[in-house]
């Protein structure tokens, strides 16, 4: 765990108590120590250094004091690169529209979307996407764990971005969202198509500009339809992207058109 994801702010004295499950993995897992260091991100995003200070394996309660100082490494938590060392605000905040595939494939592309930086996750309902799918985001526990990836995946990775991920949406709701956030922002679209039709690279459309918002559309189990696409290309709203070679899974299709869109955001 390269930072902890707290869901309150430390008291008045800057101590933060942790119970619960976050306790039993801080002790099971992390096997934590009085004197052992922790970078722990709050609610306003601030990423702070901690100190264990107290345990109490009865009552199963650990104590956080907030400190100034990291100078003692070998008492850090996390091994290798820290939290802090990734702790910058990335040049382009990135969303992910995915077409709502089975909901095993959702929780494997929301962790790896969010272990990518992306600040929006937003599911949209498609004429391929199966009932069983839609009823399982209606159950209020299966939002409760998709949100319990995104922190456990953020405090693996050390993201300092706080993904948010929305409830499923039609292909017009999706559409009008994208509308409303490029209005005022330098923002580009792109749809991931099977197909080679009309499509073009993100590099000859990003390669004299400089985006603030940038986003990928992926279809989920049998792709997106040609209706679907006309509606999303619609105006240019999202532009089409072929990628030459195989077809890709929708799991491995969102994670590899995310990683296409940084690495070109990221070139300067």
């Not at 306790?23 to 934590?32: C, D, E, I, S």
């Not at 956080?64 to 802090?84: F, M, N, W």
């Not at 702790?87 to 089975?102: D, G, I, M, R, S």
């Not at 089409?240 to 070109?264: D, K, S, W």
Request: proline fraction near 3%; glycine fraction near 6%.
């Amino acid at each position: 765990m390269r930072q902890f994801i707290s869901e309150a702010f430390p008291d008045k004295n800057g101590y933060l108590l942790i119970s619960g499950k976050d306790f039993k993995y801080f002790r099971q897992v992390l096997r934590v120590r009085v004197g052992d260091m922790i970078s722990v991100r709050l609610p306003d995003g601030t990423l702070q250094n901690t100190t264990a200070c107290e345990i109490d394996d009865k009552a199963k309660k650990l104590t956080l004091q907030i400190c100034a100082s990291t100078d003692i490494e070998e008492k850090e938590v996390t091994r290798g690169v820290k939290a802090a060392e990734i702790n910058k605000k990335l040049k382009t905040e990135y969303w992910l529209f995915q077409f709502l595939p089975k909901i095993q494939k959702l929780e494997q592309i929301v962790k790896q979307a969010v272990e990518c930086g992306v600040s929006v996750i937003v599911p949209v309902i498609g004429e391929y996407t199966e009932k069983s799918s839609v009823l399982a985001m209606d159950n209020a526990g299966k939002m409760e764990r998709l949100n319990k990836i995104i922190r456990e995946a953020r405090q693996q990775s050390g993201s300092p971005v706080d993904t948010k991920l929305y409830m499923p949406v039609s292909l017009s709701e999706a559409c009008k969202l994208w509308k409303e956030q490029t209005a005022d922002q330098k923002a580009q679209g792109f749809v991931l198509y099977e197909r080679n039709e009309k499509s073009r690279t993100m590099h000859s459309v990003l390669s004299e500009c400089q985006i603030d918002v940038g986003a990928v559309v992926c279809g989920c189990e049998g792709g997106i339809s040609v209706s679907e696409i006309e509606k999303l290309t619609e105006d240019d709203l999202f532009i089409p992207v072929h990628f030459e070679g195989n077809i890709l899974r929708c799991e491995t299709a969102a994670l590899y058109g995310m990683a296409a869109l940084q690495v070109i955001c990221n070139k300067g």
